[in-house]
């Protein structure tokens, strides 16, 4: 294992360029127009910061990075790069993987509750409008107030219903409650299950802890989750991703300044996280980019086009990898000059020029010094990857998953007493209640329809009492202000 005083090697230029460790958690950019080598640099980065201690997450979009578990040599352009870089103590290897998967399919499974997720980033996974939103909030609210725990998505659709079917009882304390939005909001957890929500939703939730692990050999565990799979559903995926960051967030202590951080972040496909965001989520979102570099944490954008960022988050991204951009449309000429803009200028080299010539595996690279300044941008070669090219077959993949010391923890769901289950046993209560009431023998069919009324209002009023005397308060985390989420 490196040093992590060791400066690590990603590009050659005239010179060799490297990123230092402890400026790592400044965040980065990795961009550029598809099939420009983005994957291969994000998979340089993945191998240095390993080889250094450092855990990675990363989203396999493509399905073809687990091949990191198996050493190199096996890409004829692998090895001729390796070749050419001339590297002195340059060697094909493996690095240590874990395989991640919402489906469960192709790694342990991950899963959070509902409760956890919040209403903010559920609404952005359910496509709420404003109003949609306002109703979800509510319903959260409503459940925090009486105990009910939402962990999964059958808690949070019965709580809904629940909510809309008794909205005139909450009306005075959290307002009206429109039966259009609880409709919105129930159409919209059915598509959210179709799309495999439902295993993403439920116990036992992803501790955090586990992402954040070394091997025997002091190296960093590279989080693999795979999501080509994933990716059909945008929304899902990113958002995922975005409440994965916010977990990191709140759990992890401050920390300051390291001599190496304690876990770099991957986030593939990054545009999809500011697609149709709105600007209170997106403000958010800068918030958090901003403030997790005190936790350790470094964030890795990784983007066909640097305009795909809001400018208040790519001033953020100290550390830039820039692979080549095509400027055939005026969109594309705006992108090309913006990134040429960010960087700080080489007298020797046109940066605008040099984005739209790139070759496959060239980049303009700028990485921070020892004072944090950018460096002067150089035009320079993407070292070679040292792990596999190609991904693993299932037998080997799934020998990883079964050797995994997690193994058998995630993968059998928990299914504990929460909102669905309370619910359904007020509503079985009351239904025998009703039945016995409408019975004959007991009652006269004048005083029937009296006693039915009375006895409704008892119930849903002692339910309510007791909800809120004996339900489990629900501890908002630093994030509650943020996102909405809630702690267990």
Known sequence: MLNSAESLFIARAKNDISILPKMANRHGLIAGATGTGKTVTLRVLAEQFSSIGVPVFMADVKGDLSGIAQPGGDNPKVVERAKALNLPDFKFENFPVAFWDVFAGSGHPVRTTV?????????????????????LNMIFKIADDNGLLLLDLKDLRAMSQYVGDNSEQFK?????????????????????????GDRFFGEPALNIDD???TDPKGR???NIMSADKLMQSPNLYSTLLLWLLSELFEQLPEVGDLPKPKMIFFFDEAHLLFQDTPKALEDKIVQVVRLIRSKGVGVYFVTQNPLDLPDTVLGQLGNRVQHGLRAFTPRDQKAVKAAAETFRQNPEINVAAAITELAVGEALVSMLDEKGAPSIVDRALISAPR?????????????????SLIYGHYEKMVDRESAYEKLKQRADIEKAKEQEILSPKEN???????SEVLFKAVAKSAAHAVGSQIGRQIIRGVLGSLFGGRRR
Do not use: C, H
């Open 115 to 135: 409760t956890d997720m919040g209403p903010l980033l559920l609404s952005r996974i359910l496509n709420l409008n404003e109003t949609q939103s306002g109703v």
């Open 172 to 196: 005075t304390q959290y307002g009206n409650v429109s039966s259009a939005s609880v409709g919105a909001i129930q159409r919209n957890l059915l598509v959210l299950e179709e799309q495999g």
């Open 211 to 213: 992402l954040i692990q």
């Open 220 to 222: 960093g565990i590279v």
């Open 387 to 403: 792990s596999r090219f190609t991904p693993l077959n299932e037998q080997e993949r799934q020998m990883i998953i079964r050797s």
């Open 444 to 450: 006269t069919a004048g005083s029937k329809s009296q």
